[in-house]
């Protein structure tokens, strides 16, 4: 079993629906969870951050982490084409001292006009 | 732009040989990481160098070696390349050495190796 398991897709949306990206993560000790969009042949970019369990709100997106169940969360309220990207979720197990980034394979978005 | 280059874009070259690939940091940052992202492996971390040292290795192959120098540029060199190689390889940097709490990791555009 893969540290961190996101589903590839593509899903395939129609603008202005509501978008639900998601992760399972299997290793307990990770605190700090991240999304990352990346665009076709561009750098991965940080969307949002989020420490242990809980909501965070930026904008169209809404971060969301259970750590009862291991699962994180990304939602994209009124999606636009301009979203249609590769969101990638990463973490790591500690929000003090050294610690690597585990990223999942991401899920592709495609938004459709 | 998130600051952080990397040079070439792209890189096609025949197997056996060995490539460098460069990455310049965002001003101010001390920490560089390199990745590699492939289609089946998605993206994996390969080494992390602070402020000139080694900080932390990952999946990084013995073929593949990195240093820092003291301008804080990066270098990921790849010898005895295979086909199994071509990848995208980024370099992030951040402003830490810990890539703890909000040190964020900023990701240059990559650059593509074809090992043909």
């Known amino acids: 079993q893969k540290e961190v398991e996101q589903d590839p897709g593509p899903l395939s949306v129609p603008e202005g629906a509501i978008v639900s990206l998601n992760c399972t993560y299997s290793n307990s000790a990770f605190q700090y969870f991240m999304w990352y969009r990346q665009y076709s042949r561009k750098g991965p970019e940080l969307l949002m951050y989020t420490y242990s369990s809980g909501n965070k709100e930026d904008g169209r997106f809404t971060a969301q982490v259970d750590k009862s169940s291991k699962y994180i969360s990304l939602f994209i309220r009124d999606s636009q084409p301009s979203d249609s990207a590769t969101y990638l979720c990463?973490?790591?197990?500690?929000?003090?001292?050294?610690?690597?980034?585990?990223f999942g394979k991401g899920t592709m978005l495609l938004v459709s006009p | 732009d998130s600051g952080v280059t990397q040079t070439p874009k792209h890189l096609i070259t025949a197997t056996g040989q060995r490539v460098t690939l460069r990455c310049s940091p965002r001003?101010?940052?001390?920490?560089v990481y390199w990745y590699q992202q492939s289609l089946d492996q998605g993206l994996q971390f390969l080494i992390q160098y602070y402020n000139g040292e080694e900080r932390a290795k990952g999946n990084i192959l013995e073929r593949f070696s990195a240093q820092q120098f003291p301008d804080l540029h990066s270098e990921l060199n790849l010898s005895s390349l295979e086909l199994g190689d071509s990848a995208l390889y980024f370099c992030a940097s951040s402003p830490r050495a810990s890539g703890a709490g909000t040190d964020t990791q900023y990701f240059g555009p990559g650059t593509r190796l074809t090992v043909l």
């Open positions: 001003s101010g940052d001390l920490s």
């Open positions: 990463a973490m790591r197990p500690t929000n003090s001292g050294y610690s690597t980034l585990t």
